[in-house]
């Protein structure tokens, strides 16, 4: 426990560093973190453009969708946000420069993430959380939501970075039998996070189910807020979400742990 503690504080203090270090170049922070918010705006804005001709996405209107679409814009944008090096491990593999964190006295994933962080990328979380602002707003003043069940939006849009994070990490820890994992990358990572910034509703069963039963990215965001609208589940959702999540989280360490026992240096 003192041995995690103590590369829980150096990573926070690698952080740090990082951050401090992109910081000197302002200008280029404030032009990443707009790019970035912008290009990540235009999906939602394409679904809003297509809302104001069809009113409903699967029985959901667009301030409903913009609750789903900031919630996991948020997760999103902090998880690239912190988790650079996870998000690009293969080079670690294929390199071998995963020996190297094995020399360190710390847990090998704080020495991984404290090794760079992308400010820029909390352009992603930023327009997330201006869409499920002004979406929540909305919703308030029409009296679908109230202040509490906003404020449990809002933790919710936060703890849900672990869903993306935990992907990654479950991805990462592949790489230590099979070295390539981009392309699997995408289809547990990319593909389902994307599919979550809309109603599960839309999509057929078989997917709902994977989307919630085995890569459970659900509940991030559509689980609570399914029924925070009144549109199905029960009251079991909101304390369940957080349980998932998290269990989830502690699975994925688990399984990077198995990897890391099995790795085998690339000059071996």
Partial sequence: MSGFMSGLSLYLRSVQAAMR????????????????????????????????????????DVY??????????????LYRTLG??????????????FDALLLRPRPTLLTLLGRN???????????????????AHRLMETGVLDAL???????????GTLVPFSLALLTAAVGFWVVRVDELQTFVMYAPVSASH???TIYPGWLRALLTGVLPVGFMNFVPVQYLLGKGGGPWALWLTPLVIAGFALLAYGFWRLGERHYQSTGT
């Avoid at 913009?66 to 948020?74: E, F, N, P, V």
């Fill in 21 to 60: 270090a992109k910081m000197q170049y302002k200008g280029d922070f404030v032009t990443g973190l707009l790019l970035y918010a912008v290009l990540s705006a235009t999906d939602f804005l394409m679904i809003a453009a297509i809302l104001t001709r069809f009113p409903r996405l699967g029985g959901w």
């Fill in 64 to 77: 409903e969708v913009g609750l789903l679409y900031g919630m996991a814009s948020i997760a999103t944008g």
């Fill in 84 to 97: 650079a090096e996870l998000h690009a491990f293969e080079r670690y593999l294929v390199r071998g420069e």
């Fill in 117 to 135: 962080v992308e400010p820029e990328r909390l352009g992603n979380a930023l327009q997330g959380a201006i869409i499920l602002s002004l979406c």
């Fill in 149 to 159: 069940e906003v404020a449990y939006v809002a933790a919710a849009s936060l703890f």
């Fill in 198 to 200: 809309y109603p599960l």
